[in-house]
């Protein structure tokens, strides 16, 4: 059963906790040590063409911001955290686990309704308030307490007034690439992602776009953490997320500019 997904991805977050799962291979070598970025589960695609556009000696660990900031706050290697909102970023910062004066806030996004493009269903959907009729049986959404987007996704019905009646329809993600798989299969009638990933699919649908007054902004913060070993190289790399180059990626992927 898909509601699953959440005990799933619990399981999953204690096995990166006991080391179990292990993170990328780094070579750390100090003539072009590599470094290790965690990043949102969205930005997977916008950053991994950026690699090959502009080469750097970089892995990439995607997941969600909670799950990144868990990760962080183990000791984990990380060297640059890239987060979807900035509730994980200021729990980092306010532990001091970030190297003063990188912080930055780098992207914007928006929150999307989607529905899976064949499904008959999306033709009598047309805003997020109608998610609440009865013929709507599964909405995905990012696990709230570790997905930036679910957390949006809750914002957005809560304000609506429409929360009480969606909760049993949730379907879980454990991070929003997930989410979107779960509309994209069928799985979900509907789905509350980011329109960056609603528009990296050819198949689903947007419905709507939510209204920006429904939610908290939707900030990508970027920073070094503390205890990376290659500070440097690490700043090197998120000034380079601010180049021209890297602008007009994640203008193509829906982003926008943060100022």
């Known amino acids: ?41 969205s930005l997977q695609l916008a950053l991994q063409e950026f690699s090959k556009k502009y080469p750097q000696n970089v892995d990439y660990n995607f997941a969600s911001s909670g799950i990144l900031q868990q990760q962080i706050e183990q000791g984990a290697p990380i060297d640059v955290f890239i987060s979807a909102a900035s509730k994980q970023m200021d729990a980092l910062e306010k532990k001091n686990l970030l190297l003063p004066n990188t912080r930055k806030n780098l992207l914007l996004n928006q929150i999307a309704l ?34 930036p987007a679910g957390q949006y996704a809750i914002e957005v ?10 909760e049993s329809k949730f379907v879980f993600g454990n ?23 609603a528009k990296s699919s050819d198949k689903v649908k947007i419905i709507a776009i939510a209204d ?17 070993k290659y500070k440097e190289v690490s700043k090197k790399y998120l000034k380079s997320l601010q180049s021209e180059t890297a602008r007009k990626i994640f203008q193509k992927y829906g982003f926008g500019i943060a100022k």
Do not use: C, W
């Not at 990166?16 to 750390?28: D, M, Q």
């Not at 008959?120 to 709230?144: M, V």
């Not at 920006?212 to 990376?228: G, R």
């Open 212 to 228: 920006k007054k429904l939610h908290t902004p939707i900030v990508y913060p970027i920073a070094v953490i503390k205890n990376s």
């Open 175 to 197: 991070n929003v690439r997930e989410t979107l798989t779960h509309v994209e299969t069928g799985n979900a009638d509907a789905g509350i992602i980011y329109l960056t990933d």
């Open 114 to 147: 989607i529905t899976p493009k064949k499904n008959p269903l999306s033709l009598s959907l047309a805003n997020f308030s109608q998610l609440a009729q009865p013929k709507i049986k599964f909405i995905a959404i990012g696990e709230p307490r570790s997905v």
């Open 1 to 41: 059963m898909l509601r699953k997904s959440l005990l799933k991805g619990l399981f999953i977050f204690s096995l990166v906790l006991l080391g179990i799962i292990s993170f990328p291979s780094i070579t750390r070598g100090n003539n072009n040590p590599k470094i290790l970025v965690g990043a949102a589960a």
């Open 157 to 166: 019905f809560k304000n609506l007034r429409i929360l009480a009646s969606l």
